[in-house]
């Protein structure tokens, strides 16, 4: 497959390079060049920064055998609010991030009473159409990304896609009126889930949920509470890594 002529293109020591860059490494038309940078970040094989014009190997191209960036950086800042704000606010905290058409969970932290939900835990993969933090990072994604990978989760997953289409529209009209998106969870109906997107520079979005049960997380309190906090927790977050 010549794409992977394009993720062969990077290496440690120039983790960022630009179109011409590629061009210039692999000897692909600059218009073939373009159309397969446009297909791997889609698909969550890079990552592109608009500040630099330039694209980075993202977290999935662990999977081909590929250095891919690390993480541990911003997970090692962002759980140690996490556990802050558990502890705060007696509830549990998850923080995912896209893999391909897949959502996967980095970290998961609970306050002391906290129950452990094994569909939440870390290393937990779910389809971006089969809950509500696959809703919130493709709500979070520029239009065009979106509207790309939605048209591949239709066609490969077209029994699943009838019943997501209306959740995700209606993620993208929360979070976009108030910076976070509220739902009992599709796998375990006792659970309520708030989930807000979390964007770092250079790095493809994450998403920060918050979880309880449905009494402890009742909707007014997300609503005036706990929907608030985590958007400012993620803004707050989005700041210290500028």
Not at 28 to 34: E, N
Request: aromatic share 8%; with cysteine.
């Amino acid at each position: 497959m010549r794409a992977l002529e394009v993720l062969s293109a990077f290496t440690a020591h120039e983790p960022w390079l630009g179109n011409q860059d590629i061009c210039n490494r692999t000897g692909l038309p600059a218009p073939t060049t373009t159309r397969f940078l446009k297909t791997l970040t889609a698909l969550g094989y890079l990552n592109y920064s608009a500040q630099r014009r330039k694209y980075q190997l993202a977290a999935a191209v662990l999977s081909l055998g590929y250095a891919a960036t690390s993480h541990s950086d911003i997970q090692r800042v962002v759980r140690g609010e996490m556990i802050k704000f558990a502890n705060a606010n007696n509830v549990s905290l998850v923080l995912g991030m896209r893999e391909r058409l897949d959502l996967v969970v980095l970290d998961n932290c609970h306050w002391d009473g906290g129950q452990r939900h094994n569909s939440l835990s870390v290393g937990a993969r779910m389809n971006l159409v089969s809950s509500q933090l696959g809703f919130t990072l493709l709500a979070a994604l520029p239009s065009l990304e979106r509207t790309y990978l939605l048209e591949n989760i239709e066609r490969r997953m077209p029994e699943d896609w009838p019943g997501a289409q209306p959740q995700v529209s209606d993620a993208i009209q929360q979070i976009r009126s108030q910076g976070f998106y509220r739902a009992q969870s599709l796998v375990e109906p006792d659970l309520s889930i708030v989930c807000a997107p979390l964007t770092i520079p250079d790095r493809a979005p994450f998403v920060l949920a918050c979880y309880g049960s449905v009494v402890s997380m009742n909707k007014a309190r997300v609503s005036r509470e706990l929907g608030p906090k985590l958007v400012s927790l993620a803004n707050h977050l989005k700041q210290s890594f500028k």
